[in-house]
């Protein structure tokens, strides 16, 4: 694939990974993109996952045409995209490598025999790279999210290398909606870094962009502001979408019933959007993208051991450690001697900024009472004000 005039595409598509980054169930499998600028010198733009390297060096043979590369710009040390480094290197010896001093540190820890004496062109933050008409500009994105991370601009066919930056879930042989997968990508692996991402939209606010070129998912080339304006929503924590999510865990589905409930109660007052999710029955990154994607939140918990239930208790550790705020949040708990969820679940949200909790939270004694009918319906209008 080709991408302006002499941009060439030489990313593979994985479909036997079983969980990505170690946690993240990928149904449309993965994307591990790579790039070749042709100029009259020849720029790599990263490599691609150990499971890929004939694969990608075949790709990268192809589109050389027998012509020798003369950079590896590594833009990112995390193994999905750099672990074909030393491959490369045995394969084209004579290439130079260009990225910035923190990610020669890890290059040399991911990669004890590797000598790359005389072949390292170490780059500072705007440092350009001139290939021919093609003129790369390096660009620092510390902690988006690792911290040796530079996204790379050329200004020849304004196109953004931007490396996990607006990546996404799913291989490219799979059509699927970008905004879904792309956003359950960016609050599952980038979420807790918005202000560094919001240094980095910044910084890509004063260039001309016409395409992006991610390591994950497609390239973008048209309506770039949607993108754009989802990654300034996602990074600052703003509410996507009205909407309630209620998240809730049950064992017997007493919980499960009041949670059912307090749905039907929101829809019929016309509530926009109603999301209900068993935390312990669906995948958690999805329901942490919703729950940053709704403005309106409610947890619907067992009383465990004198605790929340596990489900509940991970999901609410997911929020708080990807900065979860800006936020209405309502408590539901259920316990048949001393429930104890509602003020365990608070308590977890204790250093979250900006949280605004219901007036109306509901206490259940093992199944719904009249009066926790009665207050379900308190909390659907409290929440549909
Ligand atoms: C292993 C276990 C531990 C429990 N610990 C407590 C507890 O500490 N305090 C309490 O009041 N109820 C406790 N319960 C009772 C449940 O919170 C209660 O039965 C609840 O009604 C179940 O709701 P459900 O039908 O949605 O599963 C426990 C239940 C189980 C299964």
Not at 162 to 187: H, M, N, P, T
Not at 232 to 242: G, R, T
Not at 338 to 357: D, H, Q, R, Y
Request: charged share 25%; glycine share 6%; hydrophobic share 40%.
């Amino acid at each position: 694939m080709k991408i302006g005039n002499d941009i060439y595409y030489v990313g593979v598509n994985d479909h036997q990974v079983d969980l990505f980054e170690g946690q993240y169930v990928v149904p449309n499998g993965m994307s591990y993109n790579s790039y070749v600028i042709k100029d009259e010198k020849i720029a790599v733009m990263d490599t691609v996952d150990a499971n890929f390297t004939e694969e990608w060096l075949g790709k990268v043979a192809e589109v050389l045409d027998g012509a020798k590369p003369d950079y590896l710009v590594v833009q990112h040390m995390e193994p999905d995209h750099a672990a074909n480094i030393e491959n490369f290197m045995k394969a084209y010896p004579d290439t130079t490598v260009v990225a910035n001093t923190k990610t020669f540190t890890m290059m040399e820890n991911f990669f004890r025999g590797m000598d790359l004496e005389g072949k390292k062109h170490i780059v500072a933050n705007g440092d350009t790279l001139t290939l021919g008409k093609h003129v790369l500009t390096f660009v620092f994105a510390p902690m988006v999210h690792w911290p040796e991370v530079m996204v790379t601009y050329d200004s020849t066919d304004k196109v953004l290398f931007s490396a996990d930056g607006f990546g996404k879930f799913g291989a490219l042989d799979v059509e699927e909606d970008w905004d879904c997968e792309a956003r359950r990508y960016y609050i599952g692996i980038v979420g807790k870094y918005g202000p560094q991402v919001q240094k980095l939209l910044k910084a890509a606010a004063t260039l001309d962009i016409q395409t992006i070129c991610p390591l994950h998912g497609p390239v973008l080339t048209e309506n770039l502001g949607h993108y754009l304006e989802k990654y300034d929503i996602w990074s600052s924590y703003k509410v996507e979408s009205e909407g309630v999510m209620i998240a809730y865990t049950s064992v017997y589905g007493h919980t499960k019933k009041a949670a059912e409930l307090l749905a039907q109660k929101l829809e019929e007052k016309g509530c926009p959007k109603v999301v209900v999710c068993d935390l312990a029955r669906e995948d958690m990154a999805e329901a942490v993208e919703d729950a940053f994607r709704y403005g309106k939140l409610v947890l619907a918990s067992i009383t465990y051991n004198g605790e929340a239930f596990p489900f509940m208790r991970t999901f609410i550790e997911n929020l708080t450690e990807r900065n979860y705020q800006n936020r209405t949040i309502g408590l539901i708990e259920n316990g048949s001697w001393a429930p104890t969820a509602a003020k365990v679940m608070k308590g977890m949200f204790e250093k979250s900024k900006n949280i605004t909790w219901l007036e109306n939270n509901i206490k259940i004694m093992s199944s719904l009472s009249d009066e926790n009918v009665a207050e379900i319906d308190a909390m659907a209008e409290e929440l549909c004000k």
